[in-house]
């Protein structure tokens, strides 16, 4: 004999929301999370000092730890593409050696600025460094690079055998 299904009560609660701002605005739980870590952190600090947070912190532009990079393999080469804002051709490098292509960069600026009551000064500095290991089937020695408006393009033409090796297969539905 089939056993019938029992059906249980489910309670549910509504409670009127309670918002952490008084002043209607939307409550973010990672932020408020923030908030209490370090409200903690502050509670055990010695005297007033205070650690610093996250938000508090100048961050420097990811692109100076190393710039994004595009490869995208095409019918006669790969080709590498990279975006160096504020970059001088001068100041980019690539080296080839035991098959593994390496891109140096590195970006200097100064501003100096003087008015009659005032004078200023910034200097800023990033350097980033990429290496790539050449896939198989690449002419080493007709590798390419141009610099236009900021962007660097780098191409590596395939060999004859690596462009007669590719074949495209079929699909069949099953």
């Known amino acids: 004999m089939a056993k019938t299904a029992t059906k249980l009560p489910i309670k549910t609660e509504r409670k009127a929301a309670a918002t952490p701002h008084a002043k209607g605005e939307i409550w973010s739980p990672f932020e408020s999370l ?9 509670d055990f600090a010695p005297s007033r000092w205070r650690l610093p947070r996250a938000a508090d912190i100048d961050w420097p532009p990811a692109w ?23 970059i001088d051709e001068k100041n980019v490098e690539i080296k080839l050696a035991n098959g593994t292509l390496t891109i140096k960069g590195e970006k200097s600026e100064e501003k100096e600025e003087k008015g009659k009551e005032y004078y200023l000064s910034e200097r800023r500095y990033g350097a980033f460094q990429r290496s790539f290991r050449l896939p198989d089937g690449v002419d080493a020695d007709r ?17 004859a055998e690596a462009k007669k090796s590719a074949r495209k297969i079929d699909v069949k539905s099953a």
Not at 143 to 159: D, H, N, Q, W
């Open 34 to 42: 923030r908030q209490e870590i370090d409200r903690l952190f502050e």
């Open 143 to 159: 590798i390419a690079a141009t610099f236009a408006k900021g962007v660097l393009t780098v191409t590596l033409p395939k060999t």
């Open 64 to 86: 100076q730890v190393a710039p994004a990079m595009d490869i995208v393999e095409k019918d006669g080469a790969f080709e590498i593409t990279a975006e160096l804002p504020g």
